[in-house]
């Protein structure tokens, strides 16, 4: 044997976590079993703090979680059969957004392979089309130099997630371990990634005669680091910004020049002001069918020039007039200098006049009537951290219908990786386990878990792990009694057939003392914000039971098949009362 | 239309199955697709033809690039490259046949006019191979039947592609020099313009 001085012979399994700490991971979210377990007892070895989980799919939600509270790969790690199945549901999620996650399985060995062994499954055939790319390894000496490349795949370009799946007879044989000769090749480069000159031109041509631009902020600012270059291209050219709810925090909601979320739920004047402009800039965002509606009917005097890393995403929804493809902050970086000035505010302006009505009608602006809004409890949440000066040290994780609109609407992230949520894939049960990710990433950050009744109860076995690991993480059930978002879609559609929507909980407050988690229950508006200030300070895990309207509705919305600007308003007249079951 | 895309892949377990399941998830029809070795040890070499709407080029394209197991994809045209396909054709033929041994001498002739070739003779059957462009093939097979002749089986490779002229070195350079050293950046064919891109036409799905 080659390098046997040199090199330390190590098992598989030991050759797996030396290249993770090698990779920088120092977290990791797991559940042992079976084909795995050859792994897990060389963990103690290492320096990795590794949180049990209390179902796979926490595992994967949690890493991802982790990944975009830190930028950085979340890891996590799961058996053969039933382990590796019960993460697929989180890869699709971190999919979905772009989120880089590596996912380590462990396999029957290498010899039963294709034999429906015990808890044997194609962990690698079922996530094909979820994953960025996945690898089988059977051998001891391929692992360090196929994790190192999983690794690589998972960060660069458009992130992803990558899963590793390993026999157990390649944990349990031994290799030398050479972590510097296990790099992987250089990273390469899309070809289409060439930002043309000509394009470049073109592009700046069609910014200089706009009378209207908008630019549309998506997620690849968050991912490209391109906070700085966007603010700087919106100044330069007093170009307003909308968001995509991914894109939420990339540029601070509270700027002047923001206009707040864009799409379904998207207020009325951004979403007039797309219909209405002549450009639009999309950075880093894929014009999903929750941002553009009726694609027949989407923006239909603007131009449009799309930044993008991913050439598949270009003109697969809308047709663009300019297409650079690339690094997002890389390609602003080229565009900036040959940027016009102006200070034509105008446009701006006429946004700004639009949003009257509009203003006066919101929830926000409506005297307490003793009714207690998801609306007023998601921006009291905002509040209470602003006035203690949090809002850079918060991170809101939101669960998936409602609620996380209302989030959307009424907590102004200025801060990049301020909101976790699931957008893609709209993944219920995500919130409570991307929580502990995020924890476990920013320890030093508040974090809020902002959750529905109905998913909350998804993934609630996570309490548990918070216990174990006493993560202070607070978590605000908003409790109305209804999978919230079918209910509204049943009431707008379906003659409020309200079939299978309604939903018995148990006493959550109940179920966090369970688990030692002190919770407390809010129907009124005047105990939001000290019972938020008491979670906040506590320096545990708190849960806090917000019971609200029953039968409260997202608005604006846009129906399905509209176009963007065929929005129903918020009803005029104290619409909350009217649907609300008075005491 | 029909599409043929020339991808350059890894030669390593499971590829195959990538590229058929981008094409599935894109809910695209492959016509034909053909693997084998290339003039690169460790690439393999295929030719899909699908059938897709004009504007989904560009699409198919940068979603098999964006396999991380893809070194190359090149869309072909017919004009611009050599797109051949092998077949081979066994016929009912012999003593036993109704015409008997003057059914062999007919198929010898046909075989003639369309430059297939006779690779088996058995009692009751003739095996012809032949190459050509489907169009070509597509009309022996026709020929046959109509000259009475019963079909006992076909076996066709689907279609294989290759450049014309130019081109060829083109890609050789970019695939790096033929003693195998590998190119310091491939060079995607030709980037399209962004006016010639234009959206795709999949069924919308925007519900």
Not at chain 1, 332 to 359: C, F, R, V, Y
Not at chain 2, 81 to 103: D, F, M
Not at chain 2, 122 to 127: K, V
Request: charge should be negative.
């Amino acid at each position: 044997m080659a390098n046997n001085n040199q090199h330390p012979q190590l098992t598989g399994a030991e050759i797996l976590w030396a290249t993770l700490v090698g990779e920088g991971t120092t977290t990791i979210f797991g559940y042992p079993g079976g084909a795995i377990l050859p792994i897990y007892d060389a963990l103690r070895k290492f320096p990795i703090h590794h949180v049990l989980v209390r179902h796979e799919q926490g595992a994967s939600h949690m890493a991802d979680g982790y990944a975009r509270a830190s930028g950085k790969v979340g890891v996590c790690m799961a058996t053969s059969g039933p382990g590796a199945t019960n993460l697929v549901t989180g890869i699709a999620t971190a999919m979905l957004d772009s989120i880089p996650v590596v996912c380590i399985t462990g396999q029957v060995s290498s010899k039963v392979l294709g034999s429906d062994a015990f808890q044997e499954v194609d962990i690698t055939g079922i996530t094909l089309p979820i994953t960025k790319h996945n690898y089988l390894v059977t051998r001891a000496e391929d692992i360090a130099a196929t994790v190192r490349e999983a690794f690589q795949v998972a960060r660069s370009g458009r992130p992803g997630p990558v899963l590793v799946d390993i026999t157990k007879d390649a944990q349990q044989a031994t290799a030398a371990f050479d972590f510097e000769a296990a790099a992987p090749e250089p990273h390469r480069d899309h070809p289409m990634l060439k930002a043309e000159s000509a394009a470049m031109q073109q592009a700046i041509e069609l910014i200089r005669t706009a009378k209207k631009p908008v630019i549309l902020a998506g997620h690849g600012i968050v991912e490209s680091g391109a906070r700085e270059q966007v603010i700087a291209f919106a100044e330069r050219m007093n170009i307003p910004v909308a968001s995509t709810l991914l894109g939420l925090g990339a540029f601070p909601t509270t700027h002047p020049l923001s206009l707040g979320m864009m799409g379904m739920h998207g207020e009325s004047w951004v979403n007039h002001a797309i219909q209405e402009a002549d450009l639009l800039l999309a950075f880093g965002m894929r014009f999903d069918d929750r941002v553009t509606g009726n694609l027949a009917h989407y923006a239909p005097n603007a131009k449009k020039i799309h930044i993008e890393i991913d050439p598949s995403e270009i003109n697969k929804n809308v047709k663009v007039d300019v297409a650079l493809i690339g690094d997002l902050a890389k390609t602003l970086d080229q565009l900036l200098p040959m940027l016009p000035t102006s200070q034509d505010t105008a446009w701006i302006d006429e946004i700004n006049t639009s949003k009257g009505t509009a203003a006066v009608r919101d929830i926000i602006n409506l005297p307490d009537n003793g009714h207690l809004y998801a609306a007023h409890v998601i921006n009291d949440i905002w509040r209470e951290a602003k006035a203690a000066g949090r809002l850079d040290q918060t991170i809101i994780v939101t669960d998936v219908g409602q609620h996380q609109m209302w989030e959307a609407q009424y907590y102004k992230h200025d801060a990049p990786r301020s909101l976790i949520t699931s957008g893609g894939l709209g993944t219920m049960g995500f919130a409570l386990p991307a929580a502990i990710g995020a924890k476990a990433a920013c320890p030093e950050k508040d974090v809020w878990v902002i959750a529905g009744d109905g998913g909350f109860q998804m993934t609630a076995c996570e309490l548990s792990t918070i216990a174990q690991e006493g993560y202070a993480i607070n978590i605000a059930v908003i409790n109305n009694g209804f999978l919230g978002m079918v209910r509204q879609w049943q009431e707008a559609f379906y003659d409020k057939n309200y079939a299978a929507s309604p939903i018995l909980s148990p006493d959550f407050v109940m179920l966090a003392g369970a688990h030692g988690i002190a919770g407390a229950h809010v129907s009124e508006r005047k105990n939001v914000i000290p019972t938020v200030t008491k979670a906040r300070t506590s320096g545990k895990a708190f849960l806090i039971n917000f019971q609200v309207e029953k039968e409260d509705g997202v608005y604006p919305m846009i129906a399905p098949g509209a176009a963007l600007h065929e929005m129903v308003r918020r009803p005029t007249k104290d619409p909350l009362l009217e649907t609300a079951e008075d005491k | 239309m029909l599409h043929t895309f020339v991808a350059l892949v890894s030669d390593k377990p499971g590829v195959l199955t990538r590229v058929a399941s981008l094409f599935r998830r894109l809910s695209i029809n492959i016509v034909s697709l053909t693997v084998g070795e290339s003039e690169r040890p460790d690439v393999s070499r295929m030719t899909i033809v699908c059938e897709a709407p004009e504007t989904a080029a560009h699409r198919i394209k940068a979603s098999l690039y964006k396999l991380e197991i893809t070194v190359d994809v090149d869309e072909v045209g017919r004009s611009e490259a050599v797109i051949r396909e092998l077949c081979l054709i066994k016929v009912a033929a012999g003593p036993a046949h109704p015409l008997g041994q003057h059914s062999r001498s007919q198929i010898f002739e046909l075989a003639t006019v369309f430059r297939a070739r006779v690779v088996d003779l058995a009692p009751e059957s003739i095996m012809l191979e032949m190459t050509g462009a489907a169009s070509k093939i597509e009309g022996l097979i026709q020929v046959i039947t109509e000259s009475g002749y019963t079909i006992l089986e076909v076996s066709r490779t689907g279609r294989m592609a290759m450049r014309r002229g130019h081109h060829t070195s083109r890609v050789l350079k970019a695939l790096g020099t033929p003693n195998g050293e590998k190119p310091a950046s491939p060079d995607f064919a030709t980037k399209p313009a962004t006016d010639e891109i234009v959206p795709n036409q999949f069924p919308d799905i925007h519900e």
